[in-house]
């Protein structure tokens, strides 16, 4: 079975961050397996994003989807390796986090969706590329309880400043799991 990943935009607009974590998703599950809803055709990067997944308009909440598992941190459920496989569409918030987290996937989101499951990657707060990716190795048979995580992140911006991600990161080889383009919008960022 194919299984389709549905970020569903809820920002204003669709950011450099976001359409850099959107990137990164299309290279994680392929573009043939994403979709983007909730999108505003009027928005600047559209056509952009076009290039990494299918963009609907609508949001994922009027798509009256079957089988599908919204990842939601604040779901009591942990998604586990044999029911993942039997799942046909994964649906994630595309949201910029914040620090303490706003519980905004259970407000603007699963409490909206009512045929739909919910589980979570544990209780911290992932990047959406990073939950993502989880979902996606959790879909091909590793359980959570087998990946490696590191708590937050810090970016060395310049030889005085840095930047403190409060984000929950998988690890790759030891080493964290984030986009180098993130790294670099972090580092050309003229201010804070």
Known sequence: MKQIYIIEHLEPRIWSWCLIEYKNIGKIVGKSNLW????????????????????????????????????????????????????????????????PPKKRTKKELTRFIKNSEQRNIGKKQFSTDNAVYVVHEIAKGIPLNKMKFQNKLTIQINEIESVELPYYYPLIKEKPKISKEIIKYLKDKKEF
Not at 64 to 83: F, W, Y
């Open 36 to 99: 983007f809803t909730n999108i505003n055709s009027r928005d600047k990067n559209v056509k952009e994003l076009r290039r990494y997944g299918k963009i609907i308009n609508k949001s994922v909440k009027n798509l009256d989807l079957q089988n599908s598992c919204v990842l939601d941190p604040e779901a009591n459920k942990e998604l586990g390796p044999k029911e993942a496989k039997g799942i046909r569409y994964f649906i994630f918030g595309g949201i910029l986090g914040d620090y």
